[in-house]
Each structure stands twice: as C-alpha cells, then as structure tokens.
C-alpha cells in the first residue's frame, strides 16, 4: 500500500516562501506511470490543484500559480517538494499531496493534509 505525508512549517509569514515536502512509502515516485500531485483547500472553499512531477521529473503547474510555484524531488529519499513563493493569507489553506495514475484505472492516494497558516 502507497502511502504519503506532507511535513513543513504550519505557519508562514506574508512574502516568504512556502515550502513542504511529501515523503511517500510503499512504492517508488520513479515508477513509471504516476503523477505526483499537490493540491490545497483554503478554508470554506473547494479543492484547488497546485501542480505535479511526473515518474520521469517533468512538472505542470496550475495556469494560475505557475508564476509562483516549484514542485521538484529527490529520488534518493523517495520524496517530492512543493514551494510557493511570496506568499499572502489567500495562500492559507490545508495542503495534500496525491499519487494519480496517468490512466486513470484506479483511484487516487492521497496524503492525510498539512494546515499552513500564512500570517504576520
């Protein structure tokens, strides 16, 4: 069984740089077929996709945050990590990450989420 968990700070101050990583077990983020994804909810609102790094290292990111953000791994500790610059409290939001199959025959694993509060 896939599992992933975010870790990062709970608390980011306005224009800093938001960073999390999400260590995942039980199988490999170079095995090929998967998207590795970051998604975020803000408080009261829906699901907003981030982005994502494929089994071979490429990224897409969200028309809307592209500008913003970097999604990268290391291999070697069997991670991926997402950093959104110059953060404001509209970034403020719980913070998942997700194993998706490009084919879409079976469903998605997601991690259980980080709050990340931006504040001053």
């Known amino acids: 069984q896939v599992q992933l968990q975010e870790s990062g700070p709970g608390l980011v101050k306005p224009s800093q740089t938001l960073s999390l990583t999400c260590t995942v077990s039980?199988?490999?983020?170079?095995?090929?077929?998967?998207?590795w994804n970051w998604i975020r909810q803000p408080p009261g609102r829906g699901l907003e996709w981030i982005g994502y790094?494929?089994?071979?290292?490429?990224?897409y990111y969200s028309p809307s945050l592209k500008n913003r953000t970097s999604i990268s791994r290391d291999t070697s500790k069997n991670q991926f990590t997402l950093q959104l610059i110059s953060v404001t409290p509209e970034d403020t939001a719980v913070y998942y990450c997700?194993?998706?199959?490009?084919?879409?025959?079976?469903?998605?694993?997601w991690g259980q989420g980080t709050q990340v509060t931006v504040s001053s």
């Open positions: 790094i494929t089994y071979s290292g490429s990224t």
């Open positions: 039980g199988g490999s983020i170079t095995t090929s077929g998967y998207y």
């Open positions: 997700a194993r998706e199959q490009i084919r879409h025959d079976e469903s998605e694993d």
